[in-house]
């Protein structure tokens, strides 16, 4: 007769059934849904409500003054708006449209209005510093001028539109110096300093496509700050005019080359001189002495032996 189960064994045999029972089970991976955030763009619409004469309505509400306060609550209703600035109308919560022609105006008196100004802006970025496309450090800034497009896409798509566009501004300006080089390696290269056309028109493109749903439009952007960091600005000048000197030398070295074959070439041509090899080997090898030298040539007159 086989001897009675432990307690312990057959919570062992319990948790491995169960264990096996769970391991024997299809298990499928979770798959989360990737939510793509979208913004419903809220547009610029006319102001859909009554418009009346601001003057009239003074006139209307001077007289009512005392009639249980009727005419302060006309009154409220009084709108000015001035050349390019304009009025965003909204009734309990809800936008109305938005007022752009200027004058004095009535509407009605239980609205809210929020004044977005129309005219053009500059927003002169501070000094960044990032880094280029080589890693070196350097310091960037921009100057951008914007105005505002849609009122209702600048109040109600984004918080604090100004501080949008800011921040927009220097986020754009750091990825584009990190796109390219201070200076180029190569023809063909873009970079910060030589090609700064290229540069502004990349900048105008990623704030246009950055701010269009907060309502805004670019109109001009270009650079305004460009240098290397502090750290290596002294480092960075020397090879700068390290590479200016070899630049200079290689077309010096090219122009002295070019006249010296134009010499020996005229004076074989002309029959001035019989020179061998070794004759126009020396002849060349003075004529570049002379053309290239930093320091006046001084010449010696050989009397012969």
């Keep these: ?144 001028v914007w105005r505002v497009k849609d009122t209702a896409q600048a109040l109600f798509d984004v918080d604090h539109y100004e501080s949008y566009v800011a921040v927009q501004t220097e986020s754009a300006i750091r990825t584009t110096a990190a796109k390219h080089p201070y200076d180029a390696a190569g023809e063909g290269e873009v970079s910060l300093r030589g090609d700064s056309a290229e540069v502004n028109a990349e900048l105008m493109a990623q704030l246009t496509a950055r701010l269009s749903h907060a309502g805004v439009e670019i109109l001009e952007v270009r650079l305004s700050h460009l240098a290397y960091a502090p750290e290596i600005a002294g480092v960075m000048l020397r090879r700068q005019q390290a590479e200016a000197i070899i630049d200079a030398r290689q077309r010096i070295v090219e122009g002295a080359v070019s006249m010296v074959k134009m010499a020996l070439e005229d004076l074989r041509d002309k029959q001035v001189v019989a020179l061998d090899d070794a004759q126009t080997a020396a002849l060349a090898s003075n004529l570049l002495v002379v053309l290239c030298s930093e320091s006046d040539a001084q010449p010696v007159v050989s009397t012969g032996a």
């Excluded at 050349?83 to 109308?89: D, G, H, L």
């Design 1 to 144: 007769m086989p001897p009675p189960a432990s307690p312990l064994s057959a919570c062992g045999r319990g948790r491995s059934t169960v264990d096996m029972a769970y391991r024997s089970d299809d298990v499928q991976d979770l798959e989360l849904a990737a939510t793509k955030w979208e913004l419903v763009p809220t547009h610029e619409q006319p102001y859909q409500g009554v418009v009346l004469p601001g003057v009239l309505m003074l006139l209307v509400s001077l007289p009512l003054l005392f009639l249980f306060g009727l005419g302060i609550i006309l009154m409220r209703g009084l709108v000015l708006v001035e050349p390019n600035e304009s009025k965003a109308v909204l009734l309990f919560g809800r936008y109305r449209g938005t007022i752009r022609t200027p004058g004095f105006h009535w509407v009605n008196p239980f609205t809210g209005r929020r004044h977005v100004s129309l005219r053009a802006r500059n927003f002169d970025s501070t000094k960044l510093k990032v880094n280029d496309q080589r890693g070196n450090p350097i310091e960037i800034g921009a100057v951008v």
